[in-house]
């Protein structure tokens, strides 16, 4: 099945403004995401998806492929779903969405994600790592809980699973265990990602500001991949920038 990568980037973001075109490494941060989903050599294709002259002119002048699109996208996700439209990507069975801050992002994530909508298991894959109990009261770090099978029960900025008995040794042990951070890759099959931007806004959606909530309530199943290494950290903040770019040398040298 063909694979279609998609990294969507605007440079409206509020707590790290002009995002993409931040640098690390001395290169913007959406070419890095670009160089790191080309070369772990999982897709057929990979495209940046803009709203931004900017942004566009500087992806042209590093030689990757760009796509404009609607300045009215209200997430990635409906900005992803208009380059699915156009007929020179209808060949493309599977898109999977790489968000424009995740330069650090794993094979293992985007191939899992993947691999779930390919093998047919689910109309949508994401993933997850194991984390500790220190993410749990942070709610810039989403969570998820599944069922038996993976199958996503629920996404939350709030603690979950949530420890009731908070003296009970058993217990903490089992929350630790069935802590899970979500990473924010996405693969669609093509009618579940258009099905999903047809959805109307759901209140638990906007309740939590995770659009992932959107097609979860609807009832579209939702497979998450869990992968057993260290988390890729994600650029949200100056803070999280600087970190990384201490990170840089020994990542891109490793």
């Not at 790191?36 to 500087?58: F, I, K, N």
């Not at 093998?119 to 790592?129: H, Y």
């Not at 996405?186 to 097609?215: F, G, K």
């Amino acid at each position: 099945m063909k694979t279609l990568a998609v990294i969507p980037a605007r440079l409206g973001a509020t707590r790290l403004p002009r995002k993409p075109l931040r640098l690390l490494g001395g290169v913007p941060l959406v070419i890095r995401v670009w160089e790191r989903v080309l070369g772990l050599d999982v897709v057929d294709r990979c495209l940046v998806a803009t709203d931004s002259d900017e942004v566009a002119q500087v992806v042209n002048d590093y030689g990757a492929e760009v796509v404009m699109t609607a300045a009215n996208h209200p997430s990635g996700t409906d900005r992803v779903a208009e380059v699915t439209r156009r007929p020179e990507y209808s060949d493309y069975d599977v898109v999977v969405n790489v968000q424009g801050d995740e330069p650090f992002v794993s094979r293992t994530a985007i191939l899992g994600a993947a691999r779930l909508v390919t093998d047919g298991a689910f109309p949508v894959g994401t993933a997850a790592a194991p984390a500790d109990a220190g993410i749990l009261h942070d709610p810039n770090v989403v969570k998820v809980v599944t069922d038996t099978n993976g199958r996503a029960l629920y996404f939350s900025r709030a603690p979950i699973p949530f420890l009731r008995a908070t003296g009970d040794a058993t217990d903490a042990a089992l929350q630790r265990q069935y802590t899970w951070q979500h990473i924010g890759v996405y693969a669609y099959a093509r009618t579940a990602l258009q099905d999903w931007v047809n959805l109307p806004p759901s209140p638990l959606e906007l309740i939590e500001r995770l659009e992932q909530l959107r097609p979860l309530t609807a009832g579209t199943p939702i497979g998450v991949s869990f992968i057993d290494e260290p988390l890729a950290p994600g650029i949200d903040t100056d803070e999280d920038l600087e970190r990384a770019n201490e990170a840089w040398t020994d990542f891109s040298t490793g």
